[in-house]
């Protein structure tokens, strides 16, 4: 089962990072590597939102969803997005940005490097609206309790968690990029990081709008659905469940693009912190999606991470200390060992504290994941 789920997966990853070693050499293999783990552990929160919402469609849209929807994944995401980021902040055209990666990769480098201020600022705050909206809200499990609890109740307070990155974007501003440093030496960029920053928030914002028209859209079509199901029993009239799937599953697969595009964020944006590499990036991000693909199939057959509760928290803990770096990257160097490795961390401390969750439950002969009691962890 295992490896006919993530056969793919493996096959793409041994030929990605053959391929980097032996046209980059070593640290292309390590960097790749690296974005490639930073994609996974970042992605277990979307495989398991996709998996939530991927089973209640028929084998059709689920096809769909994972051909089509992993090629805008891979490819539109993980290939053109970060061409286009950079296109974008150095003021180039795509293709010339290409170019210049291929054949002038000191003046690309150097570009990249003028850009870093407004690409981090960017980045920065829409990783940290994803880790605020995550911890003001108020949920039944609870990693980090001591933590989590007081976040949750200041969360009732309207727009906080959009009054609280201006604040940390004004401060940036003023305390890191006051100084930036670039090609041409050190100069002011407050004001392009002020206006990247209020781009990424409203990017976020809209992202999140879309998400939520089309989560209404779907809740509305499944009523009427349900409604003239019931109609039509009533005057022992057939139904015709496929015709009615279908539309509620089209409104599922905008929805599920929607979502998708939204965390694939997380994982481009992250990479920047850790490489300006447009080639190695897209082939440790692409490595990555595949992964993120297998598990949605995993999970949609058997649904075994639903178990491990905390991998959600610790995915998006990653992303809050993603947000921070980036901010901080502004005018400080960091270490891609130490950037990529906190995410590792974290999961891997969110797994250990579900692990040991379900082992207590099991010793206390009752309860589940699925509890919709207030569960917390002691780590």
Not at 36 to 62: H, P, T, Y
Not at 64 to 87: D, N, Q, S
Not at 133 to 140: G, N, V, W
Not at 219 to 228: F, G, I, N, Q
Request: charged share 15%; with cysteine.
């Amino acid at each position: 089962m295992v490896l006919k789920t993530f056969g793919w997966s493996f096959a793409v990853t041994a030929l990605g990072l053959a391929f980097a070693a032996w046209q980059w050499g070593w640290e292309a293999f390590g960097v790749v590597l690296i974005l490639s783990i930073l994609e996974i552990s970042l992605s277990f929160d979307n495989a398991v939102v996709n998996a939530g919402i991927l089973k209640k469609m028929n084998a059709f849209w689920q096809k769909i969803f994972l051909t089509i929807g992993i090629l805008i994944a891979v490819f539109g995401m993980r290939l053109v997005f970060p061409v286009a980021i950079v296109a974008i902040s150095a003021k180039v055209g795509p293709i010339e940005a290409v170019q210049l990666a291929l054949d002038e990769p000191e003046r690309y480098e150097a570009l990249v490097t003028d850009a870093h201020p407004a690409i981090a600022a960017f980045g920065g705050m829409f990783l940290l609206m994803i880790f605020l909206d995550f911890i003001f809200e108020d949920r039944d499990i609870k990693w980090l309790a001591w933590l989590e609890r007081p976040l949750a109740k200041l969360g009732k307070v309207d727009m906080l968690s959009v009054c609280v990155a201006l604040i940390v974007l004004l401060v940036t501003a003023m305390t890191f990029a006051t100084h930036a440093h670039t090609s041409a030496g050190h100069m002011d960029k407050s004001a392009t990081v002020l206006l990247s920053g209020v781009a990424g928030l409203i990017t976020y914002l809209i992202v999140g709008g879309l998400s939520g028209f089309f989560e209404n859209k779907l809740e509305e079509e499944e009523e009427r659905e349900h409604e003239e199901e019931e109609k039509a029993k009533a005057e022992g009239k057939p139904v015709s469940a496929v015709g009615l799937a279908g539309k509620a599953a089209f409104f599922l697969f905008l929805y599920l693009e929607v979502l998708d595009a939204s965390f694939s964020f997380d994982g481009v944006i992250g990479a920047f912190a850790i490489t300006n590499h447009i080639f190695w990036m897209a082939l440790g991000l692409g490595i990555g999606a595949m992964y993120v693909r297998s598990l949605t199939v995993y999970l949609v057959r058997e649904g075994t991470l639903d178990d491990y509760v905390y991998l959600e928290h610790g995915a998006h803990y990653a992303i809050g200390a993603l947000a921070v770096i980036l901010l901080v990257t502004i005018q400080h160097e960091i270490s891609e060992l130490i950037t990529g490795s906190i995410g590792v961390v974290l999961i891997a401390l969110s797994f250990w504290s579900s692990v040991r969750r379900n082992r207590a439950l099991e010793a206390a002969g009752g309860g589940s994941s699925g509890d919709k009691t207030e569960v917390t962890s002691g780590v």
